[in-house]
């Protein structure tokens, strides 16, 4: 099993990124995805995430801003990132779970400048 999260990047304040996860080893489809981040300094915290069937959940920190989505054809999850603030500096981590299974990608720095 691998998640291999990118995309992250140093960008201003009221810009834009995009994460992507690509996912391997498993049937994607059947997963609940979800995006994570943690600060320095802070607990790990749940960003988004996106069921096998489509439905979404969004902190509320984040909701309005950032779009999950997934292309099961190509085992890959998106975070799309607009308006982005100094606060959502993290590295963000993608994570696939079913059930009591559950697996962690290497993480993606995303660092946004005042």
């Known amino acids: 099993v691998q998640l291999q999260a990118s995309g992250g990047g140093l960008v201003q304040a009221g810009g834009s990124l995009r994460l992507s996860c690509v996912a391997s080893?498993?049937?994607?489809?059947?997963?609940?995805m979800g995006w994570y981040r943690q600060a320095p300094g802070k607990q790990r915290e749940l960003v988004a995430d996106?069921?096998?069937?489509?439905?979404?959940d969004y902190a509320s920190s984040v909701k309005g801003r950032f779009t999950i989505s997934r292309d099961n054809a190509k085992n890959t999850v998106y975070l799309q990132m607009n308006s982005l603030k100094p606060e959502d500096t993290a590295v963000y981590f993608c994570k696939r779970s079913r059930g009591t299974i559950t697996s962690w990608g290497q993480g993606t720095q995303v660092t946004v400048s005042s």
């Open positions: 080893g498993f049937l994607f489809s059947m997963y609940d």
């Open positions: 996106i069921s096998g069937g489509g439905s979404t």
